[in-house]
């Protein structure tokens, strides 16, 4: 964890040159690791073929998140039905979960809940093998190898966010991924599973399952260091000021975890689209 | 290693022989009942055995667990079962700390229960694991995260049962010396030559000398300030599993206090029913009055007391919050679902044990003997009330309307006939392994005894 | 309640790289216009300015056309289309919207102009950016254990070392048979 911190911190530090004269400016991104070495106008057409974003010799380049839209979730569970199917569970094992919610006026609204993936996780500490940990990425996954199953971590969530297999788990064909913490497919008969945000689908550029099938859109997935996030309508917005303009806000704050899932309040409501106009 | 308690020397040792006859008659001898109790109860343990292996097939599930119910009876048994061996300690350590000449046929038995119990206890990681296979992970380093109370658990448990395993065995060297003695004397056989060996290891060089028996209750005295702490560490860091989380319920700075309390509550309740069994058994009803009985009654029911007090704070203090969580579950137990068991508990496990104490005509040894049972049946139920509850009410949708989907008495949890097996037989493994051990033991510990007798009577006291 | 994630600091895109592509809207359409963009210079801070210069088919400035701006996002598949600003076209028929990068690398941008009926004239630009805004948003906290964590963990397993000891210990001395002690 401490490295990851570090790594930030040499990353933002090449990036704080105040001075005006691109030149220099320029220089201090290249010598930070952060450049492409690429200096000069590219001009002409190109090809809008998807191709790797930058990658930097240093550190972690993506911090996922997501926001989910409350106003646009028709409770349809679409999410819930593709989690399950991608990863082969069973129907108690809502990785993705839709929670019937009640607002002050007594009505009542959709909820989908994944992962929190919280920076601060509470279920990673209690874990007394370590089966639990945070990737540089901002993903907390479990290791089913190490996992023995004590449960403590269920105990710890505030989100009921884990889920455990207390049965055989859903047989499940070969996948194109290796079994792994990123792809833990299939289950492990007695220990804890949970949403990984479908990490061994997102370095291709992939979202998850859960927003690629949002009918509503509801589901942005995003990266918190390109402050851009994409839902499974293709439409993209820039986190910050989708927060900014939307009240975006974080379940049980309260609770100290600092969750990577930002919601934005409401049931129905219009969408403040015009948001890049103060930009 | 200077000794921590001033021991006077010890006056001149006087050999009770009508006591080592009566004590050492069952070790030396099988007594006729020995066998087929040994039978039946090891029939219930390899139910319990057969029940668990199930479960290994069919995975938690079969044990009543589900995502609604995380924790349940496997954890509140981990927590009773190790509870419950805390009256070794206390009968054993506090007592001989405060030099309670009666504390003294009483010893070996508390001793010997705590023995038993706190394996049994720790069993309980076992059934309660998913993934059992893997629990070498717990002992290898490499795997080791020390920030979380699980892994303390682990480590205070297995130091507390090394502490009570030299706490049973220190005791033990005179009067295994005197039982080598006795065997000496007998005709050689293979299960005499058997016997010899397994004495001499227990004896080791201990010969007696006066030098030798200071030094040895010198090392007593340490252990017994010793396990004290040990004993309340042990609950404690037991409950931190619990409430180092922010689950309403669980999320209680009483739980240490709390933990520590009902195990020396139930402990005491625990030792009371060994004395008593064995006191039957083994025919000591002159060396165990109802004296006895009164005395450790009174120190149960002091716990007690305190216990019935931090329930009645702990419930008071969250539900008056009328914050959703900590409300809404203090409610569910008093009024809502878990209502009966509670009421038990208070009932069987709070008033009548004190009220039994308080009249003066049922503060007999039968009297003392069914508070003991009513404890250590209430305060099992205790436990299940402090695990299941918070393990199993929804905690996202605690504050909204929409959570009535949790039914039944234990919620969202359902006893099983696993579990119900393991622990049946993990309660009649308490008296089989008592049988076992009483029938290499002593079940009174006759230097102790005599050295008691032999300092009251120098003191001109009544022992 | 919400958790502000804030934009600091500076950003620098390479180059006053500009283009002027001519992209007919909708083939075979009647008067197409065309679409010039261009990247101004990096502005420290406040990114850089993104112009259009938006000309009738017959070369002529066309005013008030509104200029929607946008970039690939090429860290997802399918590359999806982030706005980044509109802008209405002055007299001389440009419009203009500051970016600020997030990211760096070659960066394609899109802009597009509705001319009136089905005409619609789009062009595209294509940068490198060097310097991306520092995004202040992801911090990996850290809990309140520390170093105080680290020694109360480390006296704790000396504890329990020492117990062990001890006990291992008091067996042995009792077990030594009549020999003096060695501390005694």
């Given at each position: 964890?401490?490295?990851?911190?570090?790594?930030?911190?040499?990353?933002?530090?090449t990036?704080?040159?105040?001075?005006?004269?691109?030149?220099?400016?320029?220089?201090?991104?290249?010598?930070?690791?952060?450049?492409?070495?690429?200096l000069?106008?590219?001009?002409?057409?190109?090809?809008?073929?998807?191709?790797?974003?930058?990658t930097?010799?240093?550190g972690?380049?993506?911090?996922?998140?997501?926001?989910i839209?409350?106003?646009?979730?028709?409770?349809?569970?679409?999410?819930?039905?593709?989690?399950?199917?991608?990863?082969?569970?069973?129907?108690?094992?809502?990785w993705m979960?839709?929670?019937?919610?009640?607002?002050?006026a007594?009505?009542?609204?959709?909820?989908?809940?994944?992962?929190?993936?919280?920076?601060?996780?509470a279920?990673?500490?209690v874990?007394?093998?370590g089966?639990?940990?945070?990737?540089?990425e901002?993903?907390?996954?479990?290791?089913?190898s190490?996992?023995?199953?004590?449960?403590?971590?269920?105990?710890?969530?505030?989100?009921?966010?884990?889920y455990?297999?207390?049965?055989?788990?859903?047989?499940?064909?070969?996948?194109?991924?290796?079994?792994?913490?990123?792809?833990?497919?299939?289950?492990?008969?007695?220990?804890v599973?949970?949403?990984?945000d479908?990490?061994?689908?997102?370095?291709?550029?992939?979202?998850?399952?859960?927003?690629?099938?949002?009918?509503?859109?509801?589901?942005?997935?995003?990266?918190?260091?390109?402050?851009?996030?994409v839902?499974?309508q293709?439409?993209?917005?820039k986190?910050?000021?989708?927060?900014?303009?939307?009240?975006?806000?974080?379940?049980?704050?309260?609770?100290?975890?600092?969750?990577?899932?930002?919601?934005?309040?409401?049931?129905?409501?219009?969408?403040?689209?015009?948001?890049?106009?103060?930009? | 290693?200077?000794?921590?308690?001033a021991?006077?020397?010890?006056?001149?040792?006087?050999?009770?022989?009508?006591?080592?006859?009566?004590?050492?008659?069952?070790?030396?001898?099988?007594?006729?009942?020995?066998?087929?109790?040994?039978?039946?109860?090891?029939?219930?343990?390899?139910?319990?055995?057969?029940?668990?292996?199930?479960?290994?097939?069919?995975?938690?599930?079969?044990?009543?667990?589900?995502?609604?119910?995380?924790?349940?009876?496997?954890?509140?048994?981990?927590?009773?079962?190790?509870?419950?061996?805390?009256g070794?300690?206390?009968?054993?350590?506090?007592?001989?700390l405060?030099?309670?000449?009666?504390?003294?046929?009483?010893?070996?038995?508390?001793?010997?229960?705590?023995?038993v119990?706190?394996?049994?206890?720790?069993?309980?990681?076992?059934?309660?694991?998913?993934?059992?296979?893997?629990?070498?992970?717990?002992?290898?380093?490499?795997?080791?995260?020390?920030?979380?109370p699980i892994?303390?658990?682990f480590?205070?448990?297995?130091?507390?049962l090394?502490?009570?395993?030299?706490?049973?065995?220190?005791?033990?060297?005179p009067?295994?010396?005197?039982?080598?003695?006795?065997?000496?004397?007998?005709?050689?056989?293979?299960?005499?030559?058997?016997?010899?060996?397994?004495?001499?290891?227990?004896?080791?060089?201990?010969?007696?000398?006066?030098?030798?028996?200071?030094?040895?209750?010198?090392?007593?005295?340490?252990?017994?300030?010793?396990?004290?702490?040990?004993?309340?560490s042990?609950?404690?860091?037991?409950?931190?599993?619990?409430?180092?989380?922010?689950?309403?319920?669980?999320?209680?700075?009483?739980?240490?206090?709390?933990?520590?309390?009902?195990?020396?509550?139930?402990?005491?309740?625990?030792?009371?029913?060994?004395?008593?069994?064995?006191?039957?058994?083994?025919?000591?009803?002159?060396?165990?009055?109802?004296?006895?009985?009164?005395?450790?009654?009174?120190?149960?029911?002091?716990?007690?007391?305190?216990?019935?007090?931090?329930?009645?704070?702990?419930?008071?203090?969250?539900?008056?919050?009328?914050?959703?969580?900590p409300?809404?579950?203090?409610?569910?137990?008093?009024?809502?679902?878990?209502?009966?068991?509670?009421?038990?508990?208070?009932?069987?496990?709070g008033?009548?044990?004190i009220?039994?104490?308080?009249?003066?005509?049922?503060?007999?040894?039968?009297?003392?003997?069914?508070?003991?049972?009513?404890v250590?049946?209430?305060?099992?139920?205790?436990?299940?009330?402090i695990?299941?509850p918070?393990?199993?009410?929804?905690?996202?949708?605690?504050a909204?309307k929409?959570?009535?989907?949790?039914?039944?008495?234990?919620?969202?949890?359902?006893?099983?006939?696993?579990?119900?097996?393991?622990?049946?037989?993990?309660?009649?493994?308490?008296?089989?392994?008592?049988?076992?051990?009483f029938?290499?033991?002593?079940?009174?510990?006759?230097?102790?005894?005599?050295?008691?007798?032999?300092?009251?009577?120098?003191?001109?006291?009544?022992? | 309640?919400?958790?502000?994630v804030?934009?600091?600091?500076?950003?620098?895109?390479?180059?006053?790289?500009?283009?002027?592509?001519?992209?007919?809207?909708?083939?075979?359409?009647?008067?197409a216009?065309?679409?010039?963009?261009?990247?101004?210079?990096?502005?420290?801070?406040?990114?850089?300015?993104?112009?259009?210069?938006?000309?009738?088919?017959?070369?002529?400035?066309?005013?008030?056309?509104?200029?929607?701006?946008?970039?690939?996002?090429?860290?997802?598949?399918?590359a999806?289309?982030?706005?980044?600003?509109?802008?209405?076209?002055d007299?001389?028929?440009?419009a203009?919207?500051?970016?600020?990068?997030?990211?760096?690398?070659?960066?394609?941008?899109?802009?597009?102009?509705?001319?009136?009926?089905?005409?619609?004239?789009?062009?595209?630009?294509?940068a490198?950016?060097?310097?991306?805004?520092?995004?202040?948003?992801?911090?990996n906290?850290?809990?309140?254990?520390?170093?105080?964590?680290?020694?109360?963990?480390?006296?704790?397993?000396?504890?329990?070392?020492?117990?062990?000891?001890?006990?291992?210990?008091?067996?042995?001395?009792?077990?030594?048979?009549?020999?003096?002690?060695?501390?005694?």
């Open positions: 964890m401490s490295e990851t911190t570090s790594e930030m911190a040499s990353a933002a530090g990036t704080t040159p105040v001075t005006i004269q691109r030149r220099s400016v320029l220089r201090a991104a290249a010598l930070g690791g952060i450049g492409l070495g690429v000069g106008a590219v001009g002409g057409t190109v090809a809008l073929a998807a191709e790797p974003s930058s930097t010799s240093s972690p380049t993506k911090q996922w998140c997501m926001v839209d409350l106003r646009m979730c028709n409770g349809c569970q679409l999410c819930t039905v593709a989690c399950q199917t991608a990863h082969f569970l069973h129907e108690d094992q809502t979960k839709v929670y019937t919610m009640t607002n002050a007594g009505e009542e609204y959709p909820m989908p809940r994944p992962c929190m993936q919280c920076e601060d996780p279920c990673v500490p874990c007394p093998v089966a639990n940990f945070r990737t540089p901002g993903l907390v996954l479990v290791d089913q190490k996992c023995i199953g004590t449960r403590i971590c269920m105990n710890a969530c505030p989100y009921e966010a884990r455990f297999n207390w049965g055989a788990p859903e047989p499940a064909p070969k996948q194109p991924f290796a079994q792994s913490p990123e792809w833990p497919v299939p289950q492990v008969q007695g220990t599973g949970k949403c990984i479908c990490a061994a689908m997102l370095p291709t550029g992939q979202i998850p399952e859960c927003a690629t099938h949002c009918a509503m859109g509801v589901i942005y997935f995003g990266d918190l260091t390109s402050d851009t996030a839902n499974g293709g439409q993209t917005i986190i910050s000021s989708f927060l900014a303009d939307n009240n975006g806000m974080v379940f049980k704050e309260e609770y100290g975890t600092h969750p990577r899932v930002y919601y934005i309040p409401g049931h129905g409501q219009d969408l403040v689209s015009d948001h890049d106009a103060a930009s | 290693m200077t000794d921590v308690i021991t006077p020397a010890p006056v001149e040792h006087r050999v009770d022989h009508e006591l080592r006859s009566a004590v050492l008659r069952p070790v030396l001898e099988t007594p006729r009942w020995w066998w087929p109790s040994i039978l039946v109860l090891g029939a219930v343990v390899v139910l319990g055995i057969i029940a668990w292996i199930f479960q290994l097939a069919h995975g938690l599930g079969s044990a009543g667990y589900n995502n609604g119910a995380f924790w349940g009876i496997y954890e509140s048994n981990l927590v009773a079962f190790i509870g419950v061996s805390y070794g300690a206390v009968v054993s350590a506090i007592l001989r405060t030099h309670q000449g009666w504390r003294a046929p009483l010893t070996r038995i508390a001793e010997a229960t705590a023995l119990t706190l394996p049994i206890g720790m069993i309980f990681i076992i059934p309660h694991l998913g993934n059992p296979g893997k629990i070498w992970e717990l002992i290898w380093l490499p795997y080791w995260n020390l920030s979380s892994l303390w658990d480590f205070a448990v297995s130091t507390y090394m502490a009570t395993i030299v706490f049973f065995y220190l005791p033990l060297v009067d295994a010396q005197v039982v080598l003695t006795q065997l000496d004397a007998e005709a050689p056989s293979t299960r005499v030559r058997v016997r010899q060996t397994l004495y001499r290891v227990l004896v080791g060089r201990f010969g007696g000398t006066p030098t030798e028996r200071r030094r040895l209750n010198g090392s007593i005295g340490l252990l017994a300030i010793m396990i004290i702490p040990m004993a309340v042990v609950h404690s860091v037991l409950s931190f599993a619990f409430a180092s989380s922010s689950r309403p319920g669980y999320m209680e700075t009483i739980f240490p206090v709390y933990f520590v309390v009902a195990a020396l509550y139930s402990g005491v309740a625990l030792v009371v029913l060994s004395v008593a069994a064995v006191r039957k058994l083994y025919h000591l009803e002159s060396y165990i009055s109802s004296r006895h009985f009164v005395r450790l009654g009174f120190l149960m029911i002091a716990f007690g007391a305190a216990y019935l007090y931090l329930t009645f704070t702990e419930y008071l203090i969250d539900g008056y919050s009328n914050t959703a969580g409300a809404a579950w203090v409610y569910q137990i008093i009024a809502g679902r878990y209502w009966v068991p509670f009421w038990f508990y208070f009932v069987a496990g008033l009548v044990p009220l039994i104490m308080a009249i003066k005509p049922l503060r007999t040894m039968t009297g003392v003997t069914v508070a003991s049972v009513l250590v049946l209430s305060l099992w139920v205790k436990r299940l009330v695990v299941i918070p393990a199993t009410e929804p905690i996202v949708r605690a909204t929409g959570s009535g989907a949790v039914s039944g008495l234990w919620g969202t949890f359902h006893f099983t006939w696993v579990p119900i097996s393991i622990t049946v037989a993990a309660t009649a493994a308490i008296p089989l392994l008592l049988l076992i051990v029938r290499f033991v002593p079940a009174l510990s006759v230097t102790e005894m005599e050295e008691v007798a032999a300092e009251s009577s120098h003191q001109g006291g009544r022992p | 309640m919400s958790r502000r804030q934009l600091l600091g500076s950003l620098v895109v390479a180059g006053t790289a500009s283009l002027a592509l001519f992209l007919g809207g909708v083939a075979g359409a009647a008067g216009g065309s679409l010039a963009l261009r990247a101004g210079s990096p502005t420290h801070g406040v990114g850089t300015e993104l112009t259009a210069v938006v000309d009738s088919a017959a070369g002529a400035p066309v005013a008030n056309a509104v200029v929607t701006f946008a970039v690939h996002v090429e860290e997802f598949a399918g999806p289309l982030l706005t980044v600003g509109t802008a209405t076209t007299a001389a028929g440009v203009h919207v500051t970016y600020q990068p997030t990211w760096a690398g070659p960066t394609h941008f899109v802009a597009s102009a509705a001319l009136g009926g089905a005409t619609v004239a789009q062009g595209t630009l294509t490198t950016v060097t310097q991306t805004d520092p995004f202040a948003g992801p911090v906290a850290t809990r309140t254990d520390g170093l105080i964590g680290r020694w109360t963990v480390a006296v704790l397993l000396a504890l329990v070392a020492a117990m062990w000891i001890i006990l291992l210990a008091l067996v042995v001395r009792v077990q030594q048979g009549p020999t003096r002690p060695l501390e005694s």
